[in-house]
């Protein structure tokens, strides 16, 4: 599975639009980019996964260029409920092992 | 509600004791997960299982076992031959032809 890089922490200010990136130069075509983030002492929650295209649901939009080699997840409207590790993993064929890298701390402000 | 299940939330055992996590879902998946995650990593897989009564090992077995006589629970035993049981276990499944993998809340475990 490719690798990922992801800054290591963002801040936001609450009722902005969070913008994380997610670099994946390595990606091969059947690679798909999730999301996932953690809260604290959680465990990892589904946010959203693409191929190509862009992708919505009812908590993100993730945006992804047409070379595929970078990503975007877009959280609409942060609260302070977000604050949390963002992880964007590269998962192709590889059954069942899900590779969480570092990630990115995103802080929501008041 | 469908959700996966992990039980206790909090474990305490002695050196050289076996302890077994719980992890139960009722989400008709069938495949099960454990993975462990220790204080600022990622999470490292243990076992495996795509469907009832088989298992393969992950990057991380030794000193864990597992089984999986139900689709709906895949217990982990941590026992006494893994060195350095203390971390955050999570379980995850997935649904059959997708590989979007959804976690439970977790059991950390603090061998003393």
């Known amino acids: 599975d490719a690798k990922t890089t992801q800054p290591t922490s963002m801040d936001c200010a609450e009722g902005r639009a969070a913008n994380l990136p997610c670099n994946h130069s390595?990606?091969?075509?059947?690679?798909?980019v999730y999301w996932y983030r953690q809260i604290h002492s959680q465990g990892p929650q589904y946010i959203i996964h693409?191929?190509?295209n862009n992708e919505t649901n009812e908590m993100a939009s993730l945006i992804i260029t047409e070379d595929r080699k970078s990503s975007t997840l877009i959280l609409p409207h942060a609260t302070l409920r977000d604050t949390a590790v963002y992880y964007c993993?590269?998962?192709?064929?590889?059954?069942?092992?899900?590779?969480f890298g570092q990630g990115t701390i995103l802080t929501v402000h008041p | 509600d469908g959700g996966i299940t992990q039980s206790p939330k909090y474990l305490f055992r002695k050196e050289g004791q076996n302890v077994t996590l719980s992890c139960e879902q009722n989400?008709?998946?069938?495949?099960m997960y454990w993975y462990r995650q220790d204080p600022g990593q990622g999470l490292r897989l243990i076992y495996y299982?795509?469907?009832?009564?088989?298992?393969q090992k992950g990057d991380i077995a030794e000193g864990y076992s597992v089984s999986r006589e139900k689709k709906e629970s895949f217990p982990l035993t941590v026992t006494s031959a893994q060195k350095n049981p203390t971390a955050f276990y999570l379980c995850a499944s997935t649904r059959t032809g997708t590989d979007t993998q959804y976690f439970g809340p977790g059991t950390r475990l603090t061998v003393l």
């Open positions: 693409g191929l190509k």
């Open positions: 390595t990606i091969s075509g059947n690679e798909y």
């Open positions: 993993i590269v998962l192709g064929t590889s059954y069942g092992k899900l590779t």
């Open positions: 989400l008709n998946h069938d495949a």
């Open positions: 299982s795509q469907i009832v009564n088989d298992f």
